[in-house]
């Protein structure tokens, strides 16, 4: 009886052996379904929007979701580029995207690595106070009076200095700092580096996930900055980019609108699509040289509260 049981022992081990194997690859064909449709409802828009812009009039009339244009053409970008302005724009918007995203990153990290810190005095009062920002804020009409009290109307500061300091991105880079051991600081400062060495030769090497994730939360905002850009800049040739491309689709839509041949100007919907492709572009450019630290640093950064 004895040798029978022990026999059996075996099988059953196969048996659910093969099961987990079985259930595994279950697991793994439908987890490829999910993550494919979601990619695949990712991407489409993107190829729509660029299929759009290089389709022909009449294959936009007659085809709502446009993926693979029949007949390509550029009228859409060349219109579009057809003044210097937009070259203008651009560098305008490349520069508050640099310095803003630099300036923003070197406040935020001087602030979330001192108030990561337990023995600051008055730590939580302070932190209370950033993250109060997070659930009620001052208002349009009272930011722009004080915008206009630093006599930043006008100027591209007003576009970075306002908004230098990101409450959500600033939790992330404190709770990323506050993960540090704080064995390896202390060794530094036996050496004998002081606090702002160990901030630039033991801490920042370490978190250079944490940086490249809000470096590039903090360049998506300041590329896409269009609402300050219309509150703050009067002046036309300090307009970003975002702001030209919607006067353009204005232009371009009421043109449309008043032309009675369609060959004289692409269709307002080409030229939409171009827009947008021409504004989303260098961040898509941009992210693939940092995508391996953003996921990382997302969420080491967001494990600590």
Not at 74 to 83: L, M
Not at 165 to 182: D, H, K, L, T, Y
Not at 286 to 298: D, E, S, W
Request: charged share 10%; with cysteine; proline share 5%.
């Amino acid at each position: 009886m004895t040798d029978v049981n022990s026999a059996t022992i075996p099988i059953k081990v196969r048996v659910a052996g093969r099961k987990k194997r079985t259930g595994r690859r279950t697991f793994a064909i439908i987890n490829a379904i999910v993550l494919t449709a979601f990619a695949l409802a990712c991407v489409l828009p993107f190829v729509h929007v660029l299929a759009a812009s290089l389709a022909s009039p009449g294959e936009i009339a007659t085809t709502p979701f446009l993926l693979i244009p029949r007949e390509i053409t550029f009228d859409a970008y060349r219109y579009i580029f057809s003044t210097p302005t937009i070259f203008r724009a651009m560098g305008v918007s490349m520069f508050v995207t640099v310095v803003g995203t630099f300036v923003s990153l070197v406040l935020t990290a001087f602030m979330a690595y001192a108030l990561s810190k337990k023995h600051l005095t008055g730590r939580r009062v302070i932190n209370f106070l950033v993250v109060f920002t997070m659930l009620f804020s001052g208002g349009m009409i009272p930011t722009f009076l004080v915008v206009k009290s630093f006599g930043l109307i006008d100027s591209l500061w007003s576009l970075i200095i306002p908004v230098a300091i990101n409450a959500f991105n600033f939790v992330i880079m404190r709770s990323f700092f506050q993960g540090i051991p704080e064995s390896l600081e202390e060794a530094a400062r036996i050496d004998g580096c002081s606090e702002f060495g160990v901030f630039l030769r033991i801490v920042l090497p370490l978190s250079l996930a944490s940086i490249a994730t809000i470096g590039l939360f903090y360049a998506v905002f300041y590329w896409n900055t269009y609402q300050h850009a219309i509150l703050y800049i009067n002046d036309s040739n300090k307009w970003p980019i975002q702001v030209l491309l919607r006067q353009i689709v204005i232009v371009a839509s009421g043109m449309n609108a008043n032309e009675t041949a369609v060959d004289v100007m692409p269709p307002a919907q080409s030229v939409k699509m171009a827009v947008i492709f021409v504004a989303t572009l260098p961040m898509l450019i941009v992210y693939p040289f940092i995508q391996r630290f953003f996921v990382k640093g997302a969420l080491i950064g967001s494990v600590k509260g």
